[in-house]
């Protein structure tokens, strides 16, 4: 069930404005779930806000002994116009919650103009992803999220860096995390950076990594751009070539999930061949759009399939669309194989007979298209999906003439990053999901993408901030966070987690309406202390939600 919510962000731009005139009295049913976190951010927005949020206050007050603690599937389902304060300076309203606990307002309002950001990465959602109706939109999700960036963010006073090194040192210097640490925290607004231990470290960075792809993907490749898998005809013949795009999110399952289905190129191929009057056709598939080893130097791994550009489901043999899994062995074939038994069902006899490279003049029989990368970016930082991720940074090699491989994608990344001039001395790519120990990311160069992405003059970046996970809510943080944890609904965070490697790098709105972007890595944790580590970096990043530290 998704509830509506009231409207109501301090948006720079006048289409967002007008949404706060819709508040609806609805907010006063509101629970105690508004933390004080979002008290304490309403205090810093216009005197209309105010009032909202002294509503909820009013009647939170009253429903105390009735609503202690909310799961997140009371919220989702029960909690009538529920708000939280999520990744904007100063915005009071978040929710409502679709099925995966993403906001659909982000989704609907936040960028509307720009056409981008902010969907429901679950299997729930209905509807095509090939350009045909019904099918996700582009989410919008950046100006309104952000809109404290341009407003009363910047009107608060900025954290102290003493009292701020005073609140974070007890958790960032804590001996759980070992002896190799780095951290820094700024503000988002000015970029001035507030707190710093080692900052200019280069440690590893596990899969805080993909904080970096997303960004260089988003510049080079273009927030609206689409991965097509195509069906081709070599001319005159009845040989078809199934063509991988790079799109690890084509789906053969009956529910799509909104992602590209290839039971809808099944049946657009039988289609185009009935009217060839092609009843028999060779089936092969193309897989030479990416170069160089398909495997990846961790081996074999449940959270990585061979880095193939054809695959259906990331080559999943189970149903579910996230975390480990096993993989099949051949994904491109898989995938060919199951596109074979579509057409069979559809009438068209189809004999495989593996790969071949689809002539140049042949004609295309049929296409579906990925949603466009904003969504793609979203569902890689929820779900830190590895897949998605060296995808990719393939895709990032492609955009700019360099070799679409393991090698060729970290190497784009980084001439990506260094196009838009920040900070890399030190740095070091080796893949574009972190799985690879030879990354070597500062918390200074992390900080600063997430800064990047939220400058208005980077529209095109801003679904790297909607698609970090939501303490306690979505994807890698939905069960870090505690109901009671002050961090929970306010942080923003991705997260990454190798052996002895710890991270954590995102947003968060402190009390006094800043908006501040962090970065903490520690990288020699001893594996008895893994737990504490992460409890520390969380510990931290929810201190960071209630430090007004002046």
């Known amino acids: 069930m998704v509830v509506r919510e009231p409207k109501v962000w301090r948006a720079a731009r006048p289409h967002v404005a007008r949404v706060a005139h819709g508040v609806k009295p609805g907010i006063a049913r509101v629970t ?107 989410a919008p999700s950046a100006p309104a999220v952000l809109a404290g960036v341009d407003g009363a963010s910047g009107a608060n006073p900025l954290p102290e860096s003493g009292a701020l090194a005073a609140a974070l040192d007890p958790f960032l210097k804590a001996s759980v995390l070992g002896p190799r640490r780095a951290a820094a925290v700024v503000d988002v607004r000015t970029g001035e950076q ?37 069906v081709v005809l070599a001319p005159g013949s009845a040989e078809a070539v199934l063509v991988g795009g790079g799109d690890p999110t084509l789906t053969a399952h009956k529910d799509t999930g909104g992602y590209a289905s290839l039971r809808t190129l099944a049946d657009e191929t039988a289609a185009a061949l009935d009217k060839r009057h092609l009843k028999k056709i060779t089936l092969t598939y193309d897989t030479s759009l990416y170069q160089g080893p398909e495997q990846h130097t961790i081996g074999p791994n449940g959270n990585l399939a061979l880095v193939v550009p054809l695959m259906a489901d990331e080559a999943r043999l189970n149903d579910s669309s996230s975390g480990s899994a096993d993989r099949d062995p051949d994904p491109a074939a898989a995938a060919t194989a199951k596109f074979a038994d579509l057409l069979e069902e559809r009438g068209i006899r189809t004999r495989t007979e593996g790969s071949a490279r689809a002539p140049k003049d042949a004609a295309e029989l049929a296409a579906v298209s990925s949603p466009p990368l904003t ?154 202390d893994t737990d504490l580590a992460k409890k520390a970096l969380t510990d931290a990043t929810s201190t960071l939600a209630t430090c007004g530290c002046r």
């Open 32 to 138: 105690r779930a508004v933390r004080p976190g979002a008290a304490r951010v309403a205090r810093a927005v216009k005197p209309g806000v105010e009032r909202v949020t002294s509503a909820v206050t009013a009647r939170s007050s009253q429903l105390t002994g009735s609503a202690k603690k909310l799961t997140t599937l009371q919220f989702t389902a029960g909690a009538a116009t529920l708000g939280l304060v999520l990744s904007a300076g100063a915005v009071t309203a978040a929710g409502p919650w679709d099925s995966s606990g993403q906001r659909t307002a982000e989704r609907d309002w936040a960028a509307s103009g720009a056409g981008q950001g902010g969907a429901d990465h679950g299997r729930g959602r209905t509807g095509r992803s090939s350009g045909t109706a019904g099918a996700p939109k582009p």
């Open 194 to 230: 507030l707190y710093a231990q080692n900052a200019d470290d280069a440690l590893t960075p596990a899969s805080t990594t993909k904080i970096a792809t997303a960004v260089a993907a988003l510049s080079a490749v273009g927030p609206d751009h689409r991965l097509r898998t195509r």
């Open 375 to 528: 969504t793609l970016v979203e569902r890689m930082l929820t779900h830190s999906d590895n897949d998605i991720a060296e995808a990719l940074a393939r895709h990032v090699a492609l955009a700019t003439d360099g070799k679409p491989s393991f090698d060729g994608g970290a190497a784009a990344i980084k001439s990506e990053l260094k196009k838009l001039e920040l900070p890399l001395a030190g740095v070091a790519f080796a893949d574009g999901s972190g799985l690879s120990r030879g990354n070597r990311l500062t918390p200074d160069l992390l900080t600063a993408l997430l800064a990047r992405s939220a400058d208005p003059a980077h529209p095109a970046l801003r679904s790297v901030l909607t698609g970090l996970p939501v303490a306690g809510f979505t994807g890698t943080l939905r069960g870090r966070y505690s109901g009671d944890a002050t961090g929970t609904g306010v942080v923003r965070a991705k997260t990454g987690t190798l052996s002895n490697v710890n991270t954590l790098a995102g947003t968060v709105v402190d009390a006094d309406g800043r908006l501040l972007a962090f970065a903490f890595l520690a990288t020699e944790t001893d594996m008895a």
